[in-house]
């Protein structure tokens, strides 16, 4: 999945991997890692398939280092007058198989729209994973966009 | 308003995807009645649990949502999946409810 860059708000991370300098051994990759999370938008396949809309955000966690036991987790903020509102929240299972490797995606949070009342959303992603023996949490990452849709929740 | 980021799903990711959502369709329309049973009985009780493809699904209320976690081992240990808003009305909450149910269904068969 190539998501546009100019949809994206990125969180780069380095993670350096625990070396000795008293030792020989040649220097362990340097981890570099980062979450991207697009817009808030309106899905098009539900749309088609279930005739109704939903406002869904996807996000991926993208390592040059294998990433084991991630846990994705994408929430879905609608703008409120004096406070934003979670109204939905999606993990990955770190158990799953898809949950390891150099990506790993999120692409099932969605909450459905139960009107046509314009709203505003945004998505936030954060992470933990298991690299190279230790355990990361990449810290939140927010769309780049607040995005207004005919969708109220 | 801006499909790109939906767009640049790959075909296998695309299909995936319509998958998933076709199941959480047909489930919906299949199980009716017994999600419409296990809202009630979610909301009378605060929790719900039920076993499908070996998986143990567990649903709490909490902060106004309804969690759901899955258990792999009969419940020893869990793993919270998803959390989503339930609305304030009854009738609301129940629908709400019943497509989580649909949803997280369609999770565990699809091994998502």
Redesign the interface.
């Known amino acids: 999945?190539?998501?546009?860059a100019?949809?994206l708000a990125v969180i780069p991370l380095i993670f350096s991997t625990p070396s000795s300098a008293a030792t020989a051994r040649p220097k362990a990759p340097k981890a570099s890692c980062r979450i991207e999370i697009?817009?808030a938008?309106?899905?098009?396949?539900?749309r088609e398939?279930?005739g109704f809309n939903a406002v869904?955000v996807?996000a991926v966690s993208i390592c040059n280092v294998p990433q084991s036991n991630v846990k994705l987790t994408v929430q879905i903020y609608k703008v409120g007058l004096f406070r934003d509102?979670?109204?939905?929240?999606?993990?990955t299972?770190?158990?799953?198989p898809?949950s390891s490797g150099l990506r790993v995606?999120n692409?099932?949070t969605f909450?459905?729209c139960?009107s046509n009342r314009k709203s505003s959303f945004y998505g936030v992603a954060f992470a933990e994973a298991t690299i190279a023996g230790q355990k990361f949490a990449a810290p939140p990452a927010r769309s780049l966009r607040i995005?207004?849709?005919d969708c109220g929740? | 308003m801006n499909n790109e980021v939906e767009n640049s799903l790959t075909p296998e990711e695309l299909e995936e995807e319509r998958t998933y959502f076709q199941l959480i369709y047909d489930l919906e329309v299949k199980n009716h009645s017994r999600y419409e049973t296990q809202a009630e009985l979610l909301m009378k009780n605060g929790e719900f649990s039920i076993t499908i493809n070996n998986s143990l699904l567990l649903y709490t209320l909490e902060d106004g949502g309804c969690s759901f976690r899955v258990s792999t081992d009969g419940g020893f240990d869990y793993c919270k999946l998803g959390w989503s808003s339930l609305g304030r009305r009854k009738h609301e909450k129940l629908k709400r409810l019943m497509e989580e149910f649909a949803e997280s269904e369609a999770r565990t068969i699809l091994n998502r």
């Open positions: 999945m190539a998501l546009s100019a949809l697009g817009n938008h309106l899905s098009t396949h539900l398939a279930r869904k996807n509102y979670l109204i939905s929240e999606k993990y299972n770190p158990l799953r898809t995606e692409q099932g909450k459905r139960t995005v207004p849709l929740t």
